[in-house]
């Protein structure tokens, strides 16, 4: 691969721009999530520039070629979904990934995040709630209008809408390890006006194995391959006809 990432760098950020853009991808079929994300990184660091200033330590790589380039009419008509994936709880973490969505995306509004936490299951609420209430905050400066989350227990989600201020409007589950949607967690969306997803991702959804391949080649990395932080995935449809106008992610490594 042509880049090279010096050794000084501790924290790097990916913006893939929009993949449906990209045709080495698109004419990939059947792919998973995190086979389609590895694509999009390989695809998007061997299109990025292979030079830095010397003792950066952070870098900021986008795939230029992948962005539309829409006109004002066009805009206002689209919105935007997002789903970000934590390994953490920090709320730095979060903060970073919010500051950086709206940073790289571009907008004034998001319309629904998600978030996905590294392990839901063993995730207390106490932690949950710390992190609910940084999209709280979103949510009351009109920055995002929906919030939810994902793949965590049915007890855990209850305890949430009742503690918190802003109630999530969306969860999502894993039809890959839950066949059934839980009766409980059916009815209490039912009574309380959520809407009940399902996804297909991975429980990991970018292992280090996967970082490994996609790094393996840079000889200053071999030795310190970068890990993920967190995970952006943005969908933007044309509003009232469903149209898929553009898909991407935006990761951020540490090492």
Request: net charge negative; glycine share 4%.
């Amino acid at each position: 691969m042509p880049y090279n990432i010096p050794k000084t760098v501790s924290k790097i950020y990916i913006h893939t721009g929009n993949v449906l853009n990209t045709n080495e991808l698109t004419q990939k079929a059947g792919q998973n999530a995190t086979e389609e994300v590895v694509e999009c990184l390989n695809i998007c660091l061997s299109k990025c520039p292979s030079s830095f200033a010397l003792h950066e330590k952070t870098i900021h790589l986008k795939c230029e070629e992948c962005y539309n380039n829409d006109n004002e009419e066009e805009y206002l008509a689209l919105k935007t979904s997002v789903k970000i994936f934590l390994t953490t709880n920090e709320v730095d973490v979060l903060n970073d990934s919010l500051k950086t969505l709206f940073k790289e995306l571009n907008e004034e509004v998001i319309d629904s995040v998600i978030l996905t936490l590294n392990h839901g299951k063993d995730t207390k609420l106490a932690d949950l709630l710390t992190l609910w209430t940084v999209l709280e905050g979103y949510v009351n400066k009109k920055k995002i209008t929906r919030i939810g989350v994902s793949d965590i227990a049915t007890d855990l989600f209850i305890a949430l809408y009742n503690n918190s201020i802003i109630k999530p409007t969306i969860i999502q589950i894993n039809l890959n390890s839950c066949c059934v949607v839980p009766e409980a967690l059916q009815e209490f969306t039912k009574d309380n006006e959520i809407q009940l997803l399902t996804h297909n991702d991975s429980k990991e959804i970018l292992p280090q194995s996967c970082l490994a391949e996609v790094f393996g080649e840079q000889t200053e990395l071999k030795q310190k391959v970068p890990k993920l932080e967190w995970m952006i995935r943005y969908l933007t449809h044309v509003k009232c006809r469903g149209v898929l106008a553009s898909k991407g992610y935006v990761v951020c490594l540490k090492r």
